[in-house]
């Protein structure tokens, strides 16, 4: 009786929190003391991919800091309005990999679940800023095509639920489908993508638990975390009791101009994910969606970071320079020219 009330009030808080995110550019400029002169580019550009951020978020970024690693990340700026070459809607061409409803299918072995298209937080750089989530999300009324299609894929061993972000569907949602999921012979491993531990702690509570770690499929979540300043106190006993309950956790973080794009940003990262027990996994070079051409790091001085980063720290905190070319078999790393030589 005592656990049931203390995870009605957690799914309650995460709730709560997420209903009361800062949605207009106004407000989140007068919440940081930053300069009114960013407003009218910031409700401009908010028009196109709404400002969604959540105090908790909020209130890890130094108030009258305009270039803050975390506020960049999602302040709407003029920026997103250059047109840039190369830059485009769909720039991994998900669309055309599409094999069941909700189902990604690009790499052997693993298919990638759109399980929602709704985010706790609205990230500048996303790949997925113009995706037509309505038309292509694993949906309830679609499911079963997407269990039939997994059922008819002996070779698929890995479902990665992904979205939006799926730890923004409920606990009984997601208990439900991974039921589903375990009840296929022959899938082992239930990967999560999600930005949730980092973006809204809270939402780490014992149903998330249960059910991630509660059938045979071994239950794996890749974070996306891209600043050691996103790592406080709160979301460092959200990712301790995931790894108490066994669940392996990995960092996945975006190359981003002006946010991390530095060896100390980078190093710094690696210190903090090593602390909270998540394992740095990949690091990606920006996906080059129309708007978020500010963000981009070009391919020579990203390697040239790795580099610096490869001299000064263990092999096991360097994540893997990757980008997503569309067509190709798995993430192309950008390792092979060699960051040692
Ligand atoms: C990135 C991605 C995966 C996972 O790739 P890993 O290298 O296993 O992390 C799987 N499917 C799709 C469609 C992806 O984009
Ligand atoms: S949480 Fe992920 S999917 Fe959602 S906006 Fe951010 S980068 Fe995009």
């Not at 009786?1 to 106004?26: G, K, V």
Request: one cysteine or more.
């Amino acid at each position: 009786m005592i656990t049931r009330l203390t995870a009605d009030r957690q799914a309650c808080a995460w709730q709560t929190a997420l209903a009361e995110a800062i949605t207009d550019p106004e407000a989140l400029i007068r919440r940081l003391n930053l300069d009114p002169g960013l407003l009218s580019a910031a409700r401009l550009a908010a028009q196109r991919f709404r400002l969604q951020v959540p105090e908790s978020y909020v209130s890890r970024m130094h108030p009258g800091e305009p270039h803050d690693p975390l506020l960049r990340q999602v302040l709407p700026l003029q920026g997103e309005f250059e047109a840039a070459p190369g830059f485009v809607e769909d720039p991994v061409g998900d669309l055309d990999a599409m094999a069941a409803p909700g189902v990604i299918q690009k790499y052997a072995g693993r298919a990638l679940l759109i399980t929602t298209g709704a985010c706790a937080i609205h990230c500048r750089y996303c790949f997925r800023r113009h995706y037509p989530y309505g038309q292509a999300s694993a949906g309830r009324s679609r499911w079963p095509e997407t269990l039939a299609w997994l059922r008819s894929r002996p070779d698929i061993h890995e479902v990665i639920l992904s979205g939006g972000d799926p730890l923004m569907l409920t606990d009984g949602e997601l208990a439900a489908m991974t039921r589903d999921l375990a009840r296929i012979d022959h899938l082992r491993t239930l990967r999560v993508h999600t930005r949730l531990p980092v973006i809204l702690p809270e939402r780490i509570g014992q149903d998330l638990i249960d059910w991630l770690t509660g059938t045979r499929l071994r239950p794996v979540m890749v974070i996306h975390a891209n600043h050691a300043q996103e790592l406080d106190a709160s979301t460092c006993s959200a990712l301790a009791a995931l790894d108490r309950a066994g669940v392996r956790l990995f960092n996945q973080a975006v190359l981003l101009r002006g946010v991390n794009d530095s060896v100390a940003a980078l190093g710094d990262l690696g210190e903090a994910l090593f602390e909270s027990g998540v394992q740095p996994y990949y690091l990606h070079l920006l996906d080059p969606v129309s708007g978020a051409a500010h963000f981009a790091v070009k391919e020579a001085p990203a390697l040239a970071i790795m580099k610096a980063l490869a001299a000064q720290q263990p092999g096991y905190l360097l994540p893997r320079l990757v980008r997503e070319i569309p067509g190709a078999p798995g993430k192309s790393s950008l390792t092979e020219a060699g960051y040692h030589t």
